[in-house]
């Protein structure tokens, strides 16, 4: 079973930054989609970005500009760069492994 961890969530005032990462236990890391969810209070949890084993990306409309997906295969880790911060990013944000295995998530609070 394929664990993720995942870091780098905190508190940041609009505009600025974040940068998270998923690092996953599996061997088979550099072949499998690997996707950025979040859930903010009272919704549903919504596709934020992915990336498959050979570098291609998706993005979610309010993100794309903004957000930038990023794998690297040598350290089995996933990372999503998050720019111009708004405070509708808020969320609990998970990495996702192959549509399948999910990280314990990681809260981002946008706030002045």
């Known amino acids: 079973q394929v664990q993720l961890v995942e870091s780098g969530g905190g508190l940041v005032q609009p505009g600025g930054s974040l940068r998270l990462s998923c690092a996953a236990s599996s061997t088979a890391f550099t072949w499998v989609v690997m996707g950025w969810y979040r859930q903010a209070p009272g919704k549903e949890r919504e596709l934020v970005a992915l990336?498959?084993?050979?570098?291609?990306?998706n993005y979610a409309d309010s993100v794309k500009g903004r957000f930038t997906i990023s794998r690297d295969n040598a350290k089995r880790t996933a990372y999503l760069q998050m720019n111009s911060l708004k405070p509708e990013d808020t969320a609990v944000y998970y990495c996702?492994?192959?549509?399948?295995?999910w990280g314990q998530g990681t809260q981002v609070t946008v706030s002045s």
């Open positions: 996702n492994c192959a549509g399948t295995a």
């Open positions: 990336i498959t084993g050979d570098g291609s990306t």
